[in-house]
């Protein structure tokens, strides 16, 4: 079934106005204007963030939308994908960002304007690990590319968490995925969007 409803979410210290957040809304809308695109400025609170996503999409068709991810936001659509049972995309996503992202407690910058700055608390660590999916129950419904050159995420960790899911594994590459316009016409297919 075509994708009629599209989430796509940011990853740590990203926002909506990350490369790959840019280059899928403008994919999305030359391609397929029709389509419901939601690409939302994440809170750092992972309950708030979620909570204000799952109300932004309250009347979403479940069976006919999909989510996004990169990095922290893969962790997230993993964690509605389960809930939902809606397909999802997840680029290098984070598998275990309450241990990864607790040498972040304090002040962060942002990346694409470090002017901009938040507050990631010790109570967000455990609203992560409150979100943790052990495993995920329909690999089908996933589509996972994954750099081998992250040099952020552990690839085998994030390829591990995905047994039967569809999942290119690229030879090399980036934490921020620089070459993911090369991607994009496999990620449309995925979604039924061709």
Not at 55 to 60: F, V
Not at 116 to 133: G, K, M, N, R, T
Request: glycine content about 6%.
């Amino acid at each position: 079934m075509a994708t009629t409803h599209l989430l796509y979410l940011h990853g740590f210290r990203s926002s909506p106005a990350s490369n790959k957040a840019r280059l899928m809304a403008a994919a999305v809308a030359s391609r397929h204007p029709d389509v419901t695109w939601l690409c939302p400025a994440l809170s750092a609170s992972p309950k708030q963030a979620m909570d204000e996503v799952l109300q932004a999409i309250s009347d979403w068709p479940k069976d006919s939308m999909a989510v996004m991810g990169s990095s922290l936001g893969g962790f997230y659509a993993t964690w509605l994908a389960e809930r939902l049972g809606c397909k999802a995309v997840l680029l290098n996503p984070a598998v275990h960002p309450a241990r990864d992202l607790a040498a972040y407690i304090g002040k962060n910058e942002m990346w694409h304007d470090p002017e901009q700055s938040f507050l990631f608390d010790p109570a967000f660590v455990d609203e992560l690990l409150a979100q943790e999916v052990a495993r995920i129950s329909r690999p089908e419904r996933y589509f996972a590319v994954i750099a081998r050159g992250d040099e952020v995420l552990d690839w085998r960790e994030m390829t591990g968490h995905y047994p039967g899911a569809t999942t290119k594994l690229l030879p090399a590459g980036d934490h921020a995925m620089t070459d993911f316009d090369q991607h994009l016409d496999e990620i449309m297919k995925f979604l039924a969007l061709v």
